[in-house]
């Protein structure tokens, strides 16, 4: 009999855990933010990139979106346009990201945008994955007065990020 409660014990005990651990899995995947987690980014930003200036502007939240742009100059022509659109969803907020050459060309399919979705958010710090897992991006506010974004690949099974673009405010 006691062979028996110490059986039954053993495998109440591992089916409470079991449950503990399930309910923290679904917890974290169904965690979700809000763009005001994103409004660090509100202001205009400028810094250098490949040779050249880059500029940045992003909106505070509004309408269940925060819009920004990125402008990239070479050789004092632009190089690179990218317009963002942070979406509020059910899930949390969701970056779209589309790419144009001058003359407003779009790298992406006319009804296509990069996705990236929202995974946490810290004071001043957000982390984004691009909807095919192959790249991360954090944004973080270093400062009142510097914002940077970072871009993260899996490197022997572990994220390394590295800074990409690093922007002063300007006013």
Not at 149 to 158: A, D, V
Request: glycine share 8%.
């Amino acid at each position: 009999m006691v062979q028996f409660n110490k059986i039954r014990s053993a495998k109440i005990c591992s089916l409470l855990l079991f449950l503990l651990l399930l309910g923290g899995a679904v917890n974290a995947q169904t965690a979700s933010g809000t763009l005001n987690d994103l409004s660090f980014l509100e202001g205009h930003w400028l810094g250098t990139y490949n040779g050249g200036p880059i500029e940045a502007s992003w909106t505070a939240p509004a309408g269940g979106n925060i819009m920004g742009y990125i402008r990239m100059i070479k050789d004092d022509k632009p190089a690179l346009y990218e317009v963002f659109a942070f979406e509020q969803t059910e899930k949390g907020p969701v970056a779209r990201v589309k790419h144009f050459k001058p003359g407003l060309i779009a790298l992406e399919e006319k009804d296509v945008s990069d996705t990236y979705n929202f995974i946490e958010a810290k004071k001043n710090q957000a982390l984004f994955e691009k909807d095919d897992i192959s790249v991360r991006i954090i944004y973080e506010r270093r400062s009142q007065n510097q914002l940077v974004i970072q871009r993260g690949k899996m490197e022997n099974n572990k994220w390394v990020f590295v800074d990409l673009f690093v922007f002063n405010r300007i006013p």
